[in-house]
């Protein structure tokens, strides 16, 4: 570790030495002003002053920037500044990881409760129903149905629906529909500008329009004999693809068990 003591001594004597040399000068210069009578020997005492000025101050600064004790007591304030902001930063995703257990914990529960009795379930319809039920109970859902795929015509049929009241779905083939299109692209799918009448929900409160539509397929062995289409009047949240796919997984197996007796 370098001394800084040390500059600090050499430089007080600096600047020691260069007062004596100053005063030295200005005896010799005025002593040269007596006895010659020298011209303009205002400039010349300005000139000296500035010089003894900024040698002063120069010192000064090499005196402060030799501190070691503010030198160490700066560092060690950035050492503590530096450890609580790495401290603050541990916590913070430490925080963040809780959460996302805690939220993964909520979505596994979701899905578990979806999921709840379709393992009792003896038809195709039945199990549609019961899916689309345990979706707007769970997850909020105002209107929903369930398209089974015909092996045979290779057509969508509807299976299930849930709340429906004006309009009965129709089958569709793949690349028809916006729900044929999912069933090409094979991902869940989000619409936020639903065309109007495409959805009515009608009670005793009155009647209105679902603002928002998710469209889910269901993929065995990497086809869709499966599409959910649910109704909803807001938005879903990041959490609602992850439960869609979980549950759509879990109950693949049945639904695809149904698609074969059928056929």
Not at 6 to 21: E, G, P, Q
Not at 247 to 256: C, G, Q, V
Request: charged share 25%; hydrophobic share 40%.
């Amino acid at each position: 570790m370098i001394n800084l003591n040390k500059y600090r001594k050499l430089s007080v004597l600096a600047v020691i030495i260069m007062v004596i040399t100053w005063l030295s000068t200005m005896a010799a210069f005025w002593s040269s002003v007596l006895t010659v009578g020298a011209k303009h020997e205002e400039w010349v005492v300005l000139f000296m002053c500035l010089v003894i000025l900024s040698g002063l101050l120069l010192f000064y600064i090499a005196f402060k920037a030799a501190d070691s004790a503010k030198l160490e007591r700066i560092r060690n304030e950035a050492y503590e500044s530096g450890k609580s902001e790495v401290i603050q930063e541990t916590e913070r995703k430490k925080q963040e990881e809780n959460r996302q257990q805690v939220k993964d914990e909520d979505i596994k529960k979701t899905a578990g409760s979806i999921l709840s009795g379709i393992n009792s379930v003896r038809s195709e319809a039945g199990l549609c129903n019961k899916l689309l039920t345990n979706l707007a109970r769970e997850m909020g859902f105002v209107q929903g149905v369930m398209y089974t795929r015909n092996k045979k015509e290779s057509v969508f049929h509807p299976c299930g629906e849930y709340a429906l009241t004006d309009r009965k779905p129709e089958p569709f083939k793949d690349g028809e529909t916006v729900a044929g299109q999912v069933v090409s692209g094979k991902s869940v799918t989000v619409i936020h500008d639903i065309p109007e009448n495409y959805f009515t929900i009608s009670s005793g409160l009155g009647s209105s329009a679902p603002t928002c539509l998710v469209l889910a397929p269901v993929i065995h062995n990497n086809e869709t004999i499966a599409v959910l289409e649910l109704a909803a009047f807001r938005k879903p949240d990041a959490s609602v693809e992850k439960i869609l796919e979980m549950i759509l997984s879990e109950a693949d197996p049945k639904i695809n068990k149904f698609i074969a007796d059928k056929s």
